[in-house]
């Protein structure tokens, strides 16, 4: 964050003072000053992430996760070629994850926590090459204190690592389109190829950043630079690599398409709540009237000063970047649901940037305190995402309940629950699945494979008790009708409803 004295300096552009050796060191941020500035946010990051890792209970994705990541490798294999290929990549790393340390959630979650610090080094590096050392460290500040950067953070699910590398491809994109020359910027487009290709192997709705990335390069090339068009075919070069890498998963995913059934068609809800992005309503009204700030400081205060401090290339980058992602899904929704929040939160970065260069166009003091409201308003939701049904599903409250109360030869019956005994090794996962034909690991699949009512009635006459473990709206129990079973007690620990019945001769 600047004070309004000093006129930023694009780092990486030909214009400014000092040596090319001085210029190429700040860009690459080896003086001391910028070394602190670019490793501040991710260390904040991290330090964020890691408070209350642990707090919140898995939820029904994580207990995905948890199915895959504590079944043999062979079985994995066998289970992606039926289902969730396009998390295979991140599944690998669970497994991973829980043989070097346990299926705990600080072991599970670390992978994301780290890259969340990742992305946020990557966002210091983005608003010091764009626009300045300070702008880069509010950028990267700014994005720590997002609670939605917190929630993803520690969450058990690709998520945070997509973030992190679409936000590395966008710097890479930058080095090409500020290379000073062809062998330079052929060596930043094949890092870029290769990061492209690790995005979309990760998540292949990673990919959504590339259609924004063309309207960057599609602007620099309309400005009619004397290498523009080796620069275009350049990147449309990348690309194509990037997808050949990753045309496995994309093919994989097409024919697992059949997993995304669970979306629904968005409504102007969804739009609205894009919001959601930065935090709770205020806290968007709050960076929007920064930014909005910022651009009026910066041209009161001349021409040159806009323009170093709101420079094209950071509005031809973020803007794309912001706007793509969730409009292509929105409109592709019309023709299937596609849209979900956590496909776009790799629009946070670009967030952020405009935010950092608000807050250094603002000056130190207004920025720092633009920054430290932001956090305070953000304070409530963060707490919140740390609390046992932080993440929507208090599984391991369940799980607690049904080891405190069940006994031998008790069954289980889930309903749109199916995940959840798998993700803790007590409680659900001892009871006799009664509904189950074949568990997750002998189907090779995440949840299982299941029976017929009338079979699942014929084993119930051989239970004294059921569980009945609901998700959501408790619906009727149509399974259970003349079974002359009788409703002992009932729990609820977030949306989860946990059903004990008995017969009336049982104990």
């Not at 199915?67 to 290929?85: F, H, K, Q, V, Y």
């Not at 705990?104 to 090459?129: K, Q």
């Not at 509904?435 to 014929?458: C, E, H, I």
């Amino acid at each position: 964050m600047t004070s309004p004295s000093p006129q930023p300096v694009a780092v990486g552009q030909a214009a400014g003072t000092g040596s090319k050796r001085g210029d190429a060191r700040r860009a690459a941020g080896f003086t001391g000053p910028g070394w602190l500035m670019m490793a501040f946010p991710p260390v904040v990051t991290f330090v964020v992430m890691l408070w209350g890792i642990t707090g919140p209970s898995y939820w029904r994705d994580e207990a995905a996760t948890m199915s895959a990541a504590e079944r043999s490798l062979p079985n994995l294999l066998r289970t992606l070629g039926n289902i969730d290929a396009v998390h295979g990549a991140y599944y690998f790393l669970a497994w991973v994850m829980v043989r070097l340390g346990g299926p705990g959630e600080l072991v599970t979650r670390l992978p994301s926590a780290v890259a969340m610090a990742g992305a946020a080094l990557a966002v210091a590096a983005l608003g010091r090459r764009l626009i300045s050392p300070r702008a880069g460290l509010a950028a990267g500040l700014v994005f720590a204190v997002l609670p939605e950067v917190s929630f993803y953070g520690q969450d058990a699910r690709p998520y945070a690592i997509v973030v992190a590398l679409a936000t590395l491809a966008s710097y890479l994109l930058v080095g090409a389109l500020q290379a000073g020359d062809a062998r330079t910027r052929a060596r930043w487009l094949a890092a870029y190829a290769v990061c492209l290709a690790a995005l979309g192997i990760v998540d292949i709705f990673g990919l959504l950043v590339v259609p924004a990335h063309a309207v960057t390069v599609a602007l620099r090339y309309l400005r009619a630079g004397r290498d523009a068009r080796s620069l275009a075919l350049g990147w449309l070069a990348a690309v194509v690599f990037g997808f050949a890498l990753t045309s496995p998963v994309l093919a994989l995913g097409f024919v697992q398409r059949g997993t995304l059934s669970w979306l629904t068609a968005p409504g102007l809800s969804d739009v609205t709540g894009l919001h959601a992005l930065v935090g709770p309503t205020i806290m968007a009204d709050l960076v929007v009237l920064a930014i909005a700030c910022g651009i009026v400081v910066s041209a009161v205060l001349g021409r040159e000063r806009l323009r170093a401090s709101w420079p094209g290339l950071l509005t031809s980058l973020c803007l794309p970047w912001l706007i793509l992602p969730p409009a292509i899904l929105l409109i592709g929704s019309l023709i299937t649901p596609l849209y979900t929040l956590r496909y776009v939160l790799l629009c946070i970065p670009a967030i952020a940037l405009f935010a950092g260069a608000a807050l250094a166009s603002l000056g130190w003091v207004a920025g720092t305190a633009v920054l430290v409201v932001l956090a305070v308003l953000g304070a409530p939701a963060q707490r919140h995402f740390r609390e046992p049904d932080g993440h929507g599903d208090n599984v391991r409250q369940a799980n607690r309940i049904v080891a405190a109360h069940m006994r031998r030869g008790d069954a289980l019956l889930e309903f749109k629950a199916e995940n959840f005994a798998q993700a803790y090794p007590y409680g659900m996962r001892k009871l006799d699945a009664v509904a189950q034909a074949r568990s997750p690991v002998a189907s090779a699949t995440l949840v299982g494979t299941f029976l017929p009512d009338p079979v699942v009635r014929q084993r119930l006459t051989r239970v004294s008790r059921v569980w009945v473990v609901e998700y959501g709206h408790p619906a009727p129990l149509v399974v259970l009708n003349g079974m002359h079973f009788r409703l002992v007690h009932a729990w609820r620990t977030s949306d989860i409803w946990l059903f004990l019945y008995a017969h009336p001769t049982s104990s």
